[in-house]
């Protein structure tokens, strides 16, 4: 399982997470398909718990890289 299926596990649903973020379910399944946008990232986190270094990786690497 991926980090937005984890986010949409943790939301309830893929029509609950987009309830919860203002986008229709289409935004959610074309995120499936390519990855979360960036500007909703941080959102996304603070939401369902997932992590922005699980959702975006080539934005916010883990911190063992970083360091």
Same mark, same amino acid.
């Given at each position: 399982?991926?980090?937005? #299926?984890?986010?949409?596990?943790?939301? &309830? *649903? &893929?029509?609950? =997470?987009? !309830?919860?973020? &203002?986008? *229709?379910?289409?935004?959610? *399944?074309?995120?499936?398909?390519?990855?979360?946008? *960036? =500007?909703? /990232?941080?959102? /996304?986190? !603070?939401?369902? &718990? /997932?992590?922005?270094?699980?959702?975006?990786?080539? =934005?916010?690497?883990? #911190?063992?890289?970083?360091?």
């Amino acid at each position: 399982m991926d980090a937005l #299926d984890r986010a949409i596990t943790a939301a &309830g *649903s &893929g029509a609950e =997470l987009a !309830r919860h973020l &203002g986008v *229709s379910r289409a935004a959610i *399944s074309y995120w499936r398909r390519k990855q979360v946008p *960036s =500007l909703r /990232v941080l959102e /996304v986190e !603070r939401l369902t &718990g /997932v992590s922005r270094q699980e959702l975006r990786p080539d =934005l916010y690497p883990p #911190d063992e890289v970083r360091a």
